[in-house]
């Protein structure tokens, strides 16, 4: 029986640690689509379009002699960005079956254990939604003889839009963002890992009365996250592109499970002190 133990905690911990790793391969990866798009978004740019046009009509009057460079970087760039898209969808995947393990693996333990696996899969869950880009947004428009301008780029994450919100002065905006989405879910992500910890000390109790309290705005974090989105996107105009990227998947992996665990940890209060 305690080999089995011991061979069960250690299949636990190998799961959680690639679900840390496949976490930050998919960071990585979004982060250099991120930055290939942002590439793109430039030469795509009335400058850049006009160079491209120009070194076009150059390689013909020189019969090809002359390559088009602009043309060969942009679709290089197009490369990138699409081999490091599929790569971050697939890490991505590759986190969810970890995180599939890890969900059929904490069945097998007590309701303690349970709570215990999936309250480090939440944590972890919420850092890369954090750190993860949320959406990008592109503006553009169709100018006559260079086609579709862009007129505008950004990649939007929650850590990196607190920051641009502070300094554009949207102070009330910012602080909504920065509680609900970054302080409360991290407070909330610690307090019931520490509860489960000391869940036989006698002040433990009086946290059940908190975690019914709690599921009522558990939903809030998506809330947020989503008026978040509105928000950002709600400046660029008819011709605004929004696509949403791997963190908002973290994140709302997180929310799902955070429920989940403020229920167990309810229950094995309740069990333990009934």
Known sequence: ????????????????????????????????????????????????????????????????????????????????????????????????????????????????????????????????????????????????????????????GIIGSISKLFDSGEIAVALTILLFSVTLPILKSLTLTFTLLFYNKSWSIKLVNFFKHLGKWSMLDVFVVATFLVYITSNGGEMTHAEIQVGLYFFLIYVILSMIVALLTQKVLQKYHS
């Open 1 to 156: 029986m305690k080999l089995l133990k011991v061979l069960q905690i250690i299949l636990i911990l190998t799961l959680l640690s690639l679900m840390s790793y496949f976490g930050y391969i998919t960071y990585k990866e979004a982060k250099i689509y991120e930055q290939q798009t942002s590439q793109i978004a430039t030469m795509s740019d009335a400058n850049g379009l006009a160079s491209e046009k120009i070194d076009a009509l150059t390689s013909i009057i020189s019969l090809g002699l002359v390559k088009n460079e602009s043309k060969e970087k942009l679709e290089e760039l197009q490369h990138k960005k699409q081999m490091a898209n599929k790569k971050s969808k697939t890490y991505f995947y590759y986190f969810l079956l970890s995180l599939g393990g890890v969900i059929l693996l904490s069945f097998t333990c007590s309701l303690r254990g349970t709570a215990m696996t999936l309250s480090f899969s939440t944590f972890i869950s919420l850092i890369y939604g954090l750190i993860n880009p949320i959406l990008m947004v592109t503006i553009h428009k169709n100018i006559e003889y260079l086609g579709d301008v862009i007129l505008s780029f950004e990649s939007k």
